[in-house]
């Protein structure tokens, strides 16, 4: 254990107990000798201006409590190796969420991390190295990401010129930001649409402008929120209003069977070893698109209309390839 990591624990033993701790208890959890327990008592003292004493009956160290009865904290930004670790992890994962997208933001956070790193002396700098994230189809978020994180977080109105793709066509808004959400490699913008009235999704990417209107936001409360756009499956807001019913070959059910396509599936394996799997949804488009991937390993049970959709790619499919 590095001398940091030993004081950090120390601190930690004498911040959360209520009665003094034995020299023999620290040289236990400290895992040192008692020369260094002493020495480790001594720089916290010194060094650090930690309150520590002995009490004498008691025959234990203790903090002694600050003048309006508070509790000492290490002075500056103390982490043991596995929080540091977390936080160069984090930072990473963060990071290629979209290549550069907060490097600005984050390089004074990573350039401490990497003072601590060195300090410490624990050999973590390698850490991110270890690790590689794959992203599938990521569109870059854009040059508006950051207004729009900015005015979620405010809780500010924004003015906002949106070119959608499905219908190819560019509209002026006005809406409330409520969350942005980050699915399967895209960002995601969930607002109160004050043109539509209601609640919509804003691929970022597709912003071409948007600015502060600077009036307070229109605020939608959390279980509406969720009610609408976790109900159903996928991206598609609404409340859910059909159930699918897939039914998987015994040979792809393996891994179906351990994957969350929604929070309110529900799943179980038959008696010939395949797997049925039931799905909450309300718009069929990401739906239709995850069923057909998984090709004649799947069928859809029900709903009629879903199998119809399904039946009606695979015939497109068929004739695109003559």
Not at 120 to 130: I, K, M, T
Not at 144 to 166: C, D, I, K, N, P
Not at 245 to 273: C, K, M, N, Y
């Amino acid at each position: 254990m590095d001398k940091f990591d030993r004081i950090y624990k120390l601190h930690g033993i004498l911040r959360n107990r209520r009665t003094p701790v034995t020299r023999a208890e620290l040289l236990l959890q400290l895992e040192c000798t008692e020369p260094t327990v002493y020495r480790l008592i001594r720089a916290m003292k010194d060094y650090l201006n930690a309150p520590i004493e002995w009490h004498g009956e008691l025959g234990g160290y203790y903090y002694q409590q600050n003048a309006d009865g508070g509790t000492y904290e290490l002075p500056g930004l103390w982490f043991n190796s596995r929080e540091l670790q977390a936080l160069l992890v984090f930072g990473h994962l963060f990071e290629n969420l979209d290549s550069g997208l907060l490097r600005e933001h984050l390089a004074p956070l990573s350039h401490r991390i990497q003072a601590l790193l060195d300090h410490h002396r624990l050999g973590l700098n390698e850490a991110v190295q270890r690790i590689r994230i794959l992203g599938m189809a990521a569109r870059p978020a854009g040059s508006w990401f950051h207004v729009a994180a900015s005015a979620t977080l405010q809780r500010r109105m924004l003015q906002m010129r949106y070119h959608g793709r499905e219908r190819d066509r560019t509209t002026e808004r006005t809406i409330s930001p409520q969350r942005l959400t980050h699915y399967r490699d895209n960002w995601y913008l969930d607002a109160w649409c004050h043109l539509r009235n209601g609640l919509r999704c804003f691929a970022v990417d597709r912003i071409a402008h948007v600015s502060e209107t600077g009036e307070p936001a229109h605020d939608v409360a959390d279980e509406q929120l969720d009610e609408h756009y976790a109900s159903a499956y996928g991206i598609f807001g609404g409340r859910a209003v059909k159930t699918a019913i897939l039914r998987f070959s015994p040979g792809r059910a393996r891994w179906v069977a351990d994957e969350r396509w929604h929070p309110r599936q529900a799943g179980q394996f038959l008696t010939d070893g395949s797997y049925e799997l039931r799905i909450p949804y309300r718009d069929d488009r990401e739906l239709v698109m995850d069923i057909l991937k998984h090709g004649p390993e799947v069928e859809v049970v029900s709903p009629a209309s879903l199998r119809l959709a399904v039946v009606e790619s695979l015939d497109a499919a068929l004739k695109r390839y003559g």
